[in-house]
């Protein structure tokens, strides 16, 4: 029988993993008023046996709560709450990341509190709708063009979240840059035409990215601090440019001389939207001497490929982990996937299409 490596263990910066198989990041909107509750401690207790998991995305500042009901890592309460899902999670034998997502000019003032701003790279609006729940469907509104005070805070703000992650007894952070939200809003300049020196040429672009990385890590330590990236991705209205693969040449380059445990390449071409051209994986791998995660439409058999041939370390499965809370053992077990994936309530408020989804153990399927 094959052995796979994608059962086998691996450290990832200071963090030990059972296996290779990553829980991705997945928005569910179950954070009523911004706060971490138990029912989202049992979501992730449900599905401890991934080798890693990755929160959902966590807002640093009361302005990076663009969606309804995502949860923030700001405040004592949310801490508490989020102490909860780790202690959960750790009882059960796994670990898991927070990732730290301020959402930007993706945003609506529906779902923020009073005194907030909408803030963005440069006060370009995007394209699309977005829920909230006071009146549904709404139009984005055009974003505040960040001052060089806004710039300073919001790093600060990075930073206390990633402390406060630690307090909540997290094993790591993730900085989600991005699915067009803050971070990848100031590497695009489809969002960003700043004339200062957060704007114009690839370095300048990618200023703001590295600065908050480098004191995210030497914050909580460069062993627990990883970053997301999406080149090529389209969502949050973030058109292709000409200059994306240097950009990331240059990102991923400098991002390896700050010596953080991962990047997480992410690759929505399986849910409709441009592939990530393989030359630019090999060369995000060849530019980055740590661990690689690898996310999109994997299957076991094609994450088995891609760690077998180095292409990354560890493989990242979203909406298979949904329905399948289990989806470790069915994988290693070759059990069948469960297929009723309920998206009608992936952003409900409730347990349905959460935590009701049942192990193949005592499903009455198997």
Not at 45 to 60: D, K, M, N
Not at 271 to 285: F, L, Q, S, W, Y
Not at 289 to 300: E, F
Request: glycine share 8%; with cysteine; proline share 5%.
């Amino acid at each position: 029988m094959k052995k796979y490596k994608l059962f086998s263990p691996i450290k990832v910066g200071a963090i030990e993993l059972n296996n290779r198989i990553v829980m991705a990041p997945m928005t569910r909107c179950r954070a009523i008023d911004a706060i971490p509750n138990e029912l989202m401690a049992t979501y992730y207790q449900q599905r401890a046996s991934a080798g890693l998991i990755i929160t959902e995305g966590t807002s640093p500042s009361p302005n990076g709560l663009g969606y309804a009901r995502i949860p923030g890592i700001f405040s004592e309460e949310q801490i508490l709450g989020w102490k909860k899902t780790t202690t959960a999670v750790h009882n059960s034998g796994g670990k898991i990341i927070i990732q730290l997502m301020h959402s930007g000019r993706i945003s609506h003032k529906l779902n923020m509190a009073e005194g907030t701003q909408i803030i963005a790279p440069s006060a370009i609006k995007p394209a699309g709708q977005m829920w909230t729940d006071a009146k549904e469907m709404q139009d984005y509104p055009t974003p505040k063009a960040m001052t060089a005070e806004d710039i300073v805070l919001t790093q600060a703000e990075y930073v206390t979240a990633a402390k406060n992650a630690i307090a909540a007894h997290f094993d790591g952070v993730e900085l989600h840059s991005a699915n067009g939200y803050l971070l990848e809003e100031f590497l695009s300049p489809v969002s960003n035409v700043r004339t200062d020196h957060y704007g114009g040429s690839i370095e300048n672009r990618c200023r703001f990215v590295l600065e908050v990385t480098k004191a995210v890590a030497f914050a909580i330590g460069k062993e627990k601090t990883g970053i997301r990236l999406s080149p090529y991705g389209v969502a949050g209205d973030m058109a292709n440019y000409p200059e994306i693969d240097a950009t990331y040449d240059y990102l991923t380059k400098e991002l390896n001389k700050l010596g953080i445990a991962y990047i997480h390449l992410v690759d929505h071409s399986a849910m409709g939207a441009p592939a990530v051209p393989v030359e630019i994986k090999k060369m995000i791998r060849k530019n980055f001497n740590n661990i690689l995660i690898s996310c999109g439409g994997y299957t076991k058999e094609t994450a088995e490929t891609d760690i077998e041939s180095g292409m990354c370390d560890l493989v990242g499965f979203g909406r298979p982990f949904i329905n399948n809370p289990d989806l470790v053992e069915r994988l290693e077990h070759n059990q069948e996937l469960t297929q009723n994936l309920k998206m009608d309530l992936f952003y409900s408020a409730g347990e349905n299409g959460y935590t009701d989804y049942p192990n193949f153990k005592t499903s009455d399927v198997y």
